[in-house]
């Protein structure tokens, strides 16, 4: 594990290589997560180096005093910007609320990166009146919601399951609310055009937190970008069918190389 200071915090990140002589990919979780979401895109390290970052108040980075909505999505972006200038990479993936964070830093900072891919994500990211109260009042009601077929998974094994619902636990109540509030006032639909950067959407087929039309919608506004579906997944596509989204992303290297 390495780290970076910038803005008077510290922000956790690694490194895997397995003699990857690409451009550096950097990695950004979703709600309620860690750098531990990316375990299974270890694998591609062995043609780009895989960066995974822990963004603020999770894993190994230190918090920050954000406001959920436009502030914290800023603090975010700040923690995945000095990682990316630490360590060079030149392809960002995001999930989720990660996907938003990707969107926001290229509207925002100054960073050209040689492509990106948004997976589970959409321009707007409303959420269900009925999680965020549950989020706040009832945070065990919340995680058995996200965890119903259809959701964070399609139908998964317990093992994958109760992993996710730890991680949820450990980034805690507070911080899981504050992800999915900043989600619910996300929304860059009339500011797509002015990311003009090679972009792939990817989703699983059965998402119901972020549907097909979402990603749809991106490879629509967009100016360069595709959106795929992986079979068998829900919103969770890069835990639940990690081999069919490795070779998603293994594609779109290649295409932007070439």
Known sequence: MSTVTHHGRST?????????????????????????RWRAQHDLAASNPVVTLDLSGRGDSDDVDAAAGYSTLSAYADDVLAVVRATDARVLVGSSLGGA????LLLER??????????????????????????????????????????????????????????????????VRRDFETCHAFDTRDHLSEIDVPALAIYGERDRLTPPWFHEYLADELPDCDAVAVEDAAHLVMLEQPDAFNDVVRDFLTAIDA
């Open 101 to 104: 964070v990707i969107i926001h």
């Open 110 to 175: 100054e960073l050209e990166p040689d492509g990106i891919v948004l997976v589970g994500t959409g321009a707007r990211l409303g959420v269900l009146d009925d999680l965020r109260v549950w989020l706040e009042a009832d945070f065990d009601r919340a995680l058995e919601f996200l965890h119903e077929p259809g959701h964070l998974f399609l139908d998964p094994d317990p093992e994958l399951r109760d992993r996710s619902i730890e991680t949820m636990r450990g980034v805690g109540q507070r911080v």
């Open 12 to 36: 956790a990140y690694d490194v895997a290589n397995r003699g990857g002589v690409g451009p550096p990919i950097c990695f950004v979780h979703g709600t309620g997560s860690s750098r531990v």
